[in-house]
């Protein structure tokens, strides 16, 4: 309830502003400063269906109200505030949410995707302390699926996905068609200022055509330790967080049609280290795609990923297709399929490593015979509209 108030107060605050301002521009005046304030939202809602999908030991298809499949829901504001010497003081909030029940993505947590403040400078670029995207996330402009659920994050669970607390983000300006971005996040434990950090760096390179993009990041859980994910460390399903990834990709510019190529490498040297026995702590993905701008307002996407584990040796593949109808600047109309499909990973084996059973959703596990998963597949398809605000 209390946090159902904030989001009130929080909204009509906004509501407030904004009428404010444009009835009455003295409003920014009477502040004493040179403040740009700027509210955005984007609400996305459709249908998915899936099969073999696997709840409380029954399988099955199953069909929902889509939510940020095709991207997340959320609602947020950019602030700068004009400084002496070309310098400007920024602070960003933004908050993700669910349209199928219309719950914030995390519970009780107002402005989980953003919430810092820092200062910007043309020639300089720009610091922000508080809460970040993690680093990872650059990743968006070297996928040809822009990180849709059916995606680069599928058979690396979530491995480019999340946020990063505590941390600091260093952006630099373009110098010369080259970018770097840096982030540090700290663990805020007394004494122990190696657990719950992590680092990353993006590096890029854009000219009219060509987008390179090479990004390091690594993440510890509260013990220091690089853990991978919930289950078996890196199995098949819930997300690696707590991993080292090294990515390497390019787009290209070809006019009507961009074509995407890319490699990403992910290992959690501790992986498992609850369970008695050896377990996964090395994958490789690459992938292949294309994006082709079939109409003035119609694109469509297909891409491949492929992803081999080193120990358990097991492999995945997911193929997508999709297509984005962009019927105004402000409202898009999409669909997308996809097909995943596992080999089997060595009976002996599945104590520890845990079935190879990759879903199109990395938090979730397919299964076509309810006493086997290991080796299965699945095939869904998502559709929907997305509206900027």
Known sequence: MKMNKSLLALT????????????????????????????????????EQVNNSFDAGVTGNRTQAE??????????MNAKVALTGGWSAV????????TNTGELSIPDTLFDRASNAGLQHDSYGQLTIGTHLVINQDIADIDPMTLQLYGINTLVNGANEGTAENSVLYRSPEWNGFSVGLMREFGAISGYSDRSSGTGISLAYHSDDLTVRAIHQSRKDEFGRYSGGKYYGMGSFSQWIYVKTYTL???????????????????????????????????????????????????????????????????????????????TPAVTVYATVGYVSNNE??????????????????LEQACSAIDDCNGSSQTGAYFGITINL
Request: charged share 15%.
């Open 91 to 98: 602070a960003n909030l933004e908050s993700g949410f669910g």
């Open 345 to 362: 990973a060595p009976a002996e084996l599945t104590n520890t490593v845990g079935n190879n059973s990759h879903a199109l959703n990395y």
């Open 249 to 327: 990709g390019a787009a290209y510019d070809f006019g009507d049609l961009t074509a995407y190529a890319g490699y990403e490498y992910v290992e959690a040297p501790e992986s498992g280290f609850t369970i008695q026995g050896v377990t996964d702590d090395e994958a490789s993905m690459a992938w292949l795609g294309v994006n082709y701008q079939l109409t003035e307002k119609t694109e469509l996407l297909a891409a491949w990923y492929s992803n081999e584990m080193d120990y358990s040796q097991k492999e995945s593949d997911l193929v997508t297709l999709g297509v984005n109808y962009y019927w």
């Open 67 to 76: 939510f940020n499949q095709w991207g997340i829901s959320y609602f947020g």
């Open 12 to 47: 009509v605050a906004f509501t407030t502003f904004s009428q404010a301002n444009a009835a009455d521009t003295t409003v920014i005046k009477a502040l004493d400063t040179n403040i740009e304030i700027t509210p955005y939202a984007r609400v996305v809602a459709g249908l």
